[in-house]
């Protein structure tokens, strides 16, 4: 008889986690994103809002993010490539073609910027822009004397103040270190051209004697700490460490800058969708996008977000420079093969 009671109460037990769906796990959204690129805080109110669990991963550059997709399809719902490797991915089969139904609030994205994006995406059916910069020079000026930045130009990647010092990082980027070589040698830098890359090859010979490093990450904490003086740094990152810290300082070289945009794609192994487009709907809200931006410190291409954002923001020279600087920069474009000649470069240079 008690053996009977145990059973109907195990029986009844299991059937209440059923119906209450606790125990249940709780759907999970894998995103795979840049490092500091994202109001943590939105995370949370996204699952709390949708009762899931977000897995969130980051990377710190392009490449690092192709190898790690690639060799694991299933990984990621959501990812945040630069507009060239949105190409490239979807040259690879790997993007889902996204339901614009799905995403009501695409309508606050600005058209002028999804005519921008249609470079890399054609039709605008397979990203979603997300946030867009330029990159300069970051520096310490605490070490860095003021008639050293005063030239205001990519050449003082190769001053000779620094020879022998080992404070010099650019990014681990073959974009954007050829891009400053290309664009200080009076180049687009989507010129893959043989006189172009040669040009840009000898600049680069002359500042790599100062460079100690190319790296995407550490050198946010090895400029606070003296272990760097000055870093080819992305404009939103910069500004990030210079409200933390006002011995840092920011420059967008006077010959130009090379000029990105991030997106979002659905890679289409995901395999929780439904909960994929809410949260790219989500932060397409204007108020969370005006949020997040104001976080990260980069611009978004949401119109709506860019109408409500605070005027400190938009007078912030570092994150919307003039239209006549904005006429000196280029935006990374998709370079197909040619990309071979640029990686070339750029590994001759990281070797020597
Ligand atoms: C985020 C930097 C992203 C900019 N920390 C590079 N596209």
């Not at 004697?209 to 080819?232: C, H, P, V």
Request: with cysteine; charged share 25%; net charge negative.
């Amino acid at each position: 008889m008690k053996r009977i009671t145990l059973l109907f109460a195990l029986v009844l037990l299991i059937t209440l986690i059923g119906i209450t769906g606790c125990g249940k796990k709780k759907p999970t959204l894998y995103i795979f994103n840049w490092s500091d690129y994202i109001d943590p805080g939105l995370i949370t109110e996204f699952e709390d809002a949708n009762d899931c669990k977000v897995k969130y991963s980051t990377f710190d550059s392009n490449e690092n993010m192709l190898t790690k997709v690639k060799s694991s399809v299933q990984s990621f719902d959501i990812i945040f490539p630069s507009g060239d490797h949105v190409s490239i991915l979807n040259e690879l089969g790997l993007l889902e073609e996204l339901d614009m139904a799905k995403l009501p609030n695409s309508s606050n994205l600005s058209p002028q910027l999804l005519a921008k994006a249609r470079s890399f995406d054609p039709e605008n059916k397979l990203s979603i822009p997300y946030a867009w910069g330029l990159t300069g020079l970051m520096y310490n000026k605490k070490f860095v004397p003021q008639e050293i930045v005063a030239s205001g130009g990519w050449n003082i990647l190769g001053d000779s103040f620094f020879e022998g010092k080992n404070k010099i990082t650019m990014l681990d980027d073959a974009r954007e270190v050829i891009g400053a070589a290309l664009i200080f040698s009076g180049y687009s830098v989507n010129d893959t051209t043989p006189e172009a890359l040669a040009a840009a090859h000898e600049v680069l010979k002359i500042w790599d004697r100062n460079i100690t490093q190319f790296d995407s990450d550490s050198y946010k904490n090895e400029l606070q700490d003296g272990t760097t003086w000055l870093a080819q740094a992305y404009n939103g990152d910069a500004l990030q460490q210079m409200n933390e810290n006002p011995d840092l300082d920011f420059i967008l070289p006077k010959e130009g800058a090379a000029m990105w945009m991030d997106n979002i794609v659905m890679l289409r192994n995901s395999q929780n969708k439904d909960l994929a487009y809410k949260f790219i709907d989500f932060m397409l809200d204007k108020d969370v996008s005006k949020r997040n931006s104001e976080y990260i410190m980069y611009p978004t291409p949401n119109k709506a977000a860019m109408a409500i954002m605070d005027e400190e923001f938009i007078n912030n020279k570092i994150i919307n420079p003039d239209e006549e600087y904005l006429d000196k920069c280029y935006m990374l474009d998709y370079l197909g093969e040619d990309i071979r000649d640029i990686d070339k470069i750029y590994e001759d240079i990281k070797m020597n």
